[in-house]
C-alpha cells in the first residue's frame, strides 16, 4: 500500500532581505498593496480579504490611539481563536504598541491577574467576549470591541 504525502507541495522561498528586514505592519501593507482583494484569513464564520483585514485593523489601530495616544505599552487582547486575532494583532502593531495574548477559556482569576499584571491599559475584545472583557477589568480599562 502506497503512502500518500500530505503537506506543503511548493519548495521553500528565501525572502529577499528587504523583503524582512522591516516592521510587520509594513510588510502586510506590502502584501495589501499586492493582493487586496485576495484571502487574507478565514475562520468557520468569517472571510477576511487584505483589505478588509486592513480596513478592520486600522480601525482598531485609531481606536487603541484615541484611547491612549502614541505610548509604548501593552494592548490585552480577549479574543477567541479565529479571523478577529488577525485584526486585533494587527491593530496593536499598527498603533504602535506590543499586545498580551488573553485566553477566553483560561479562569477568570488567571485571566484578570495577567491583564493587571501587564498593565495594560487597552484591552481589545470582540462581541462574544465583551461581557467577560468589562467583568475583568477591575481598573480603567478602556475595552474596544472589534465587531
Keep these: 500500500m502506497m503512502t500518500q504525502r500530505i503537506g506543503p507541495t511548493n519548495p521553500f522561498v ?3 532581505a528587504d523583503a524582512i528586514e522591516q516592521s510587520i505592519p ?7 498593496r499586492l ?9 468557520g464564520v468569517r472571510a477576511l480579504t487584505y483589505d478588509a483585514l486592513d480596513l478592520a485593523s486600522n480601525r482598531v489601530a485609531h481606536r487603541i490611539l484615541a484611547e491612549r495616544g502614541i505610548a509604548e505599552e501593552p494592548v490585552a487582547l480577549l479574543l477567541g481563536h ?4 488577525a485584526v486585533g ?8 504598541n506590543f ?15 495577567m491583564l493587571e499584571d501587564s ?8 462581541g462574544e467576549h465583551a461581557t467577560v472583557a468589562r467583568r475583568l477589568a477591575s481598573r480603567a480599562v ?3 470591541d472589534i465587531d
Design 82 to 85: 479565529g479571523a478577529g486575532v
Design 119 to 126: 498593565t495594560a491599559s487597552v484591552l481589545v475584545t470582540d
Design 35 to 43: 493582493h487586496g482583494g485576495r484571502l487574507a484569513v478565514k475562520d
Design 14 to 16: 528565501e525572502f529577499p
Design 99 to 113: 499586545f498580551v495574548p488573553l485566553d477566553p477559556a483560561y479562569p477568570g482569576a488567571r485571566t484578570r491577574y
Design 26 to 32: 509594513d510588510r502586510f501593507a506590502q502584501q495589501v
Design 142 to 144: 478602556a475595552v474596544i
Design 89 to 96: 494583532i494587527l491593530g496593536a502593531l499598527k498603533a504602535g
